[in-house]
């Protein structure tokens, strides 16, 4: 059963400190996605791999927030320090660039709560 | 830049009606369009992938249309039913930026 795999499925932390999501890409996927969800802005665009090497990182604050690719079955985006107006749901997608397509896969996210 | 518009954003319907959402987006230089469906707490479910040379794809009761040209898809549900519930996001992936733009999504009940 391939999926998108997303830890911690739920995160409480205080302001300040170092937060980190995980996510397993579907095996074989060229592509990961790292997109923040909140009642206001939607769905909004952070972080965009191909293979491994980060396309655009445009939609993310770089001060504090960091993705990488540790390898082709990772990516991790961090926050350091977290602050309140991060609280929303972080949502990692995989896909597979054949041509001009790409059909992403959205894992089940993490609810991130900073307080 | 591109922009992603649903309309519309919330929809009540009873069940076995046959409905339309709607996304628009305003440049047409799209590789491929695709439509996903979110529950409540959930992640997003992808329903049907169009690329840009098709004009429309079917899966069960789902039928999604494509004018590319005009910026225009449309998602027809036949026969709606109570488990159908759920937003509704539409996303495009453009030429020149691959990563996917998601429109803010049509909420669906369908009372039994």
């Known amino acids: 059963d391939a999926r998108v795999t997303q830890t911690p499925r739920h995160k409480v932390t205080e302001m300040g400190q170092e937060v980190t999501m995980r996510c397993q890409p579907i095996?074989?996927?060229?592509?990961v996605f790292w997109y923040r969800q909140t009642m206001m802005q939607g769905l909004e665009l952070l972080a965009y791999f191909r293979n491994r090497a980060p396309l655009d990182d445009s939609g993310m604050p770089k001060d504090r927030f960091s993705a990488e690719m540790p390898d082709a079955t990772l990516a991790t985006l961090k926050i350091q320090p977290s602050e309140p107006r991060d609280s929303a749901v972080y949502f990692c997608a995989s896909g597979l660039v054949i041509g001009a397509s790409t059909e992403a896969f959205f894992g089940q996210g993490t609810r991130l709560t900073v307080v | 830049k591109q922009e992603v518009t649903q309309i519309p954003a919330a929809l009540s319907v009873p069940e076995g009606e046959n409905l339309v959402l709607n996304c628009s987006f305003t440049?047409?230089?799209?590789?491929?369009l695709q439509w996903f469906r979110q529950d409540p707490g959930k992640g997003l479910t992808s329903l049907l992938l169009?690329?840009?040379?098709?004009r429309e794809q079917t899966s069960g009761r789902l039928n999604a249309s494509l004018d590319k040209s005009s910026g225009r898809s449309t998602l027809y549900i036949a026969a709606s039913q109570p488990g159908d519930s759920a937003t509704y996001l539409c996303a495009v992936s453009g030429t020149g930026r691959r990563a996917l733009t998601f429109g803010s999504g049509t909420r669906l009940q369908v009372q039994p």
């Open positions: 169009i690329q840009s040379s098709q």
């Open positions: 095996l074989g996927h060229n592509t």
């Open positions: 440049d047409s230089a799209i590789y491929n």
